[in-house]
């Protein structure tokens, strides 16, 4: 079995764009500026927006976040928006998902500016996606594409099982996995909460990619001997045994699958610094795309 090292791998490409922020910055340019718009304080949100902060840090980026209340109305979160897509300092955003029940998310996505939708999340970014057009690919899907790319795994005709059909994993990574490129040209299976027989089609995946949010919902008997597994669960589960009272549980039940599997991904320290990573290279790609 060989460990998919999202830490390793997301190190690597951070250091390839810090590199490349360098020569930038060498040649008179400006440095990529990315702002974060976190609503209220949800514990995992404040968590993956730092992350991403820190990244942003780390790589030479400038990073601005955005603190507003969970008591924020739609129209002044909209206003907010308007604020960052007609900046000229600012190459990307996001703003952070879920957002408290008050405001429409659907909304908001469509607010903003496709330029500068580095999560890849407007429709007009998700239709150029499904089209094969430029545009910013989703970073949970874009990572999960590179760590199997960095990791040389054989892709073309291998039976590809996604399960979880979310507009920001499994629908996107469905369509990236039956692109005609390298990593792609799988044959794909998408399977959710409607899907019958779903042990009988887990057996037959080649590679397997799980984004349920259901803690160890996958087990050692429902996949073949050689499997390739991409877990992208991070659920948290409380844990008195660790400082921060809880631990990450992926969708994968790792001490069992690890043993029939020939690659599989770590939770946490597999999809989730890749999906940082990616961030960083949408919002590279959109400082580049202003100049051109
Ligand atoms: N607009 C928007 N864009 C997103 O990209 C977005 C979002 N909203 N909402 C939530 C999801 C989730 N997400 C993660 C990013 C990094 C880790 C990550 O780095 N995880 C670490 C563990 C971090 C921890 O300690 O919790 C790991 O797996 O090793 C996880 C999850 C981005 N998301």
């Known amino acids: 079995m060989i460990l ?7 190190q690597e490409l951070r250091t390839e764009i810090a590199t490349e922020v360098n020569n930038i910055v060498q040649n008179g340019g400006k440095r990529p500026h990315l702002a974060a718009v976190l609503v209220g304080n949800n514990g995992a949100s404040v968590t993956y927006v730092n992350a991403k902060i820190k990244a ?16 924020i109305s739609e129209s002044e979160l909209l206003l907010e928006v308007e604020k960052l897509n007609s900046d000229p300092e600012i190459d990307g955003f996001i703003v952070q998902l879920p957002l408290p029940l008050q405001i429409d998310e659907k909304k908001i996505i469509l607010s903003i500016r496709p330029e500068k ?18 545009c910013f690919i989703p970073a949970t899907p874009a990572g999960i594409i590179e760590l199997l790319d960095r990791y040389n795994i054989e892709t073309g005709g291998k039976h ?11 629908q996107p990574i469905s369509l990236l996995m039956a692109r005609n490129t390298y990593p792609g040209n799988s044959t794909v299976t998408l399977c959710h909460s409607h899907t019958r027989h779903l042990s009988e089609i887990v057996r037959t995946a080649d590679i397997l990619i799980a984004a349920v949010g259901r803690p160890n919902f996958v087990t050692a008997d429902m996949v073949k001997e050689g499997v390739v597994v991409i877990d992208v669960g991070i659920t948290r589960v409380v844990d008195k045994t660790k400082k921060s009272g809880y631990r990450i549980v992926g969708d994968v039940d790792f001490d069992s699958v690890s043993q029939k ?9 597999g999809v ?7 961030l960083l290279k949408n919002t590279l790609k959109a400082a580049r795309g202003k100049k051109a």
Request: proline share 7%.
């Open 4 to 10: 998919l090292d999202g830490i390793k791998t997301s």
């Open 117 to 134: 939708d580095v999560d890849g999340f407007h429709p007009e970014n998700v239709g150029r996606m499904a089209l094969g057009m430029p």
């Open 272 to 278: 989730g610094p890749m999906t940082i990573v990616s």
């Open 56 to 71: 942003c840090e780390e790589v030479g980026f400038t990073s601005t976040l955005i603190k507003l209340s969970d008591t």
């Open 261 to 269: 599997a020939a690659f599989i991904t770590p939770v946490p320290g």
């Open 160 to 170: 590809c099982v996604v399960l979880g059909r979310s507009h920001i994993v499994g």
